[in-house]
């Protein structure tokens, strides 16, 4: 789908031209006004929409009035949902080229362009009946920087969506180094499984011992002259997760292809930050591997060594991706930046918890945990902080070893939070769950069934805005 901006969107004669309404007021198209308001009682609340056709009164063929709701109510979040439903709408009528008249008071081209990428979403790469799609948007009353922001948080979404996706057969360790190390403008350095040896990294190549598939740590970095602050943002990368030894049951198996989907956001932030070349340095790191079944896999009651030595008593191998993040944690805190931000789909408990349209966040830095929520609440996605309590490490107690890497089934996320403190060494560090969020067994909102991005939109944005 092209999205293009214009000055004259109320003189292209394209298929449909979509208008804006809010409660209360009229549209800018008199004829809308007429049949809509007049004669049918159009409200204009959020969301709801109403066709009509134009009989060649005016260049489009049909026009679309979406509700916006109270002015007075309306932000740049709901933009993005209304532009959506547009969307969908078009879709629904066949139709290929539409205009988008919005008077709504602000430049709303970022959000707007999110809304209609995010509608045009579909995995369809493997089906031979490809999705309906509308080949060409034009938005009035916005500006072209902020159709181009859109356009590059929208290529982001899609590209982790698409990775994330993907079946574990196609999106393997050594494909998503392969996919980092294609990022331009990016410094990319991938170490195999000798090399992590020689760092020390035991909990992670423990979690890789049981795959045919060999592990990669990805360690990406973007760099820019006299950089205000340095970021490093880890991806869980676990490519397919079959619970190891302590086996999944088949249902749970089905979708753990989404178990990288850490990994898939991490990538999908870096490969955009060259359309908006932050005053950051940031470092994209991915400890990707398999979590297998066989002969040569890790066991329950192994006792693993991470890399700043501290040992981990395997109570479960079906808490695999805590012993990955815990490597690449020890490896990010020894890079000098200020502010550490790990995502993974990591507990049930927080989906338990939260469900699945709110993500978890827990750390160590109270102000920075503020900070990223804002950046989430300001995005479109939801955030709720979970508890730190140094009481939750009681049940990660070892009798042979310094820490078990399972607690309690009571209060699982946070105890979670609290095993990965544990390989956090003097920087700000955030932990962000997105286990409930990242991958959707139905539709919900503005996803679709499957990958929805979850994170890149917070990621993207707190790093800019840094």
Not at 30 to 40: E, P, S, V
Not at 274 to 284: D, R, S, T
Request: with cysteine.
């Amino acid at each position: 789908m092209e999205i293009e901006v214009s000055n004259d969107v109320k003189n292209l004669a394209v298929d449909v031209l979509v208008i804006n309404m809010f409660e209360g007021e009229k549209t800018s198209q008199d004829l809308a006004n007429t049949y809509a308001i007049d004669r049918d009682g159009f409200k204009g609340k959020l969301g709801q929409t109403y066709l009509l056709q134009t009989y060649g009164q005016i260049p489009a063929q049909k026009i679309l009035v979406v509700g916006c709701g109270k002015r007075d109510e309306f932000c740049e979040n709901e933009v993005r949902t209304v532009v959506y439903k547009a969307v969908k709408k078009l879709q629904q009528m066949f139709a290929k080229t539409a205009a988008f008249d919005f008077e709504v008071g602000f430049d709303w081209g970022k959000f707007g362009t999110i809304g209609a990428m995010l509608a045009d979403y579909a995995f369809d790469k493997y089906k031979s009946e490809k999705a309906t799609r509308v080949n060409e948007l034009t938005f009035g009353n916005v500006s072209e920087e902020s159709v181009k922001a859109g356009k590059a948080f929208g290529n982001a979404m899609k590209f982790t969506r698409d990775l994330a996706n993907e079946p574990a057969a196609y999106a393997t360790p050594s494909k998503l180094a392969e996919i980092a190390l294609n990022i331009e403008g990016l410094e990319t350095k991938v170490y195999d499984k000798k090399e992590t040896e020689e760092m020390g990294m035991g909990a992670f190549l423990a979690v890789s011992q049981g795959s045919v598939q060999p592990p990669k740590f990805i360690h990406m970095k973007y760099s820019c002259p006299n950089p205000k602050k340095k970021i490093a943002i880890i991806g869980k990368g676990i490519c397919f997760d079959s619970g190891g030894m302590d086996l999944k049951p088949p249902s749970s198996m089905l979708t753990m292809r989404d178990d990288m989907s850490g990994a898939a956001c991490v990538l999908g932030v870096m490969q955009a930050l060259k359309e908006f070349n932050p005053q950051v340095e940031v470092h994209g790191i991915v400890a990707a591997c398999e979590n297998m079944a066989s002969g040569s896999a890790y066991k329950p009651g192994d006792i693993l060594t991470a890399k700043n030595g501290k040992t981990i008593e395997v109570d479960n191998t079906d808490a695999e991706g805590r012993l990955t993040l815990a490597d690449a944690l020890c490896y990010a805190c020894e890079l000098g930046v200020d502010e550490v931000i790990d995502i993974a789909t990591l507990t049930g408990a927080c989906v338990v918890a939260l469900g699945s349209f709110v993500t978890g966040i827990m750390g160590n830095d109270e102000d920075m945990i503020h900070r990223i929520m804002q950046t989430a609440e300001n995005v479109g996605e939801k955030y709720w902080q979970l508890p730190m309590f140094k009481e939750y490490f009681n049940s990660l107690k070892s009798d042979i070893a310094d820490m078990k890497n399972t607690g309690s089934r009571q209060g699982g996320a946070s105890i979670a939070g609290i095993f990965l403190q544990e390989f956090v060494k003097d920087v700000k560090w955030a932990h962000i769950d997105i286990a409930g969020t990242a991958f959707l067994e139905k539709p919900e909102n503005e996803f679709i069934k499957g990958a929805t991005g979850a994170g890149v939109r917070t990621l993207l944005s707190y790093i800019i805005n840094s």
